[in-house]
């Protein structure tokens, strides 16, 4: 896996994984790839900088009280279907259950079938850190 800083036109930064930089490329250029804050579709690669750390510096906790409130933000407005993501997605996608927010869990090749059967998808911005229901 690849994990590359993106950015979106709205100046968004965030993370996604990616199996290679091909699978990047394609799923960009097929709108697959959003930016978690805002939902724009116009995502570029992001400049990195190396991270330097200082003695001291509350950056990094920090960063992980931000990523924490923006994870519960979310699992606040959707709902967990844990690892029957793909299956529900799906059933979603055809109008089979009612439209509703979700999030869980998908293997590479559940989320790569979902996003080749033209079913937006989205990885979430970090690895869970807490699931606030468990």
């Not at 930064?13 to 930016?35: K, T």
């Not at 570029?44 to 933000?73: C, E, F, H, T, Y």
């Not at 090749?109 to 079913?119: C, Y």
Request: proline share 6%; aromatic share 6%; charged share 25%.
């Amino acid at each position: 896996m690849i994990v590359f800083d993106l950015r979106c036109d709205r100046a968004h930064v965030f993370e996604a994984w990616f199996g290679s930089s091909e699978d990047y490329e394609s799923q960009r250029a097929r709108g697959l790839i959003a930016c978690p804050l805002c939902g724009n579709v116009d995502v570029g690669k992001a400049v990195m900088a190396p991270a330097v750390g200082a003695k001291g510096n509350s950056g990094d906790a920090d960063g992980r009280a931000a990523l924490l409130a923006a994870q519960r933000k979310l699992e606040a407005a959707s709902d967990y279907v844990g690892g029957d993501f793909a299956i529900t997605a799906r059933a979603l996608h055809d109008g089979d259950l009612p439209p509703r927010s979700i999030y869980g869990e998908a293997t590479p090749a559940e989320a790569r079938a979902l996003a080749e059967d033209g079913i937006a998808v989205m990885p979430l911005p970090f690895t869970p850190l807490v699931r606030s229901d468990g």
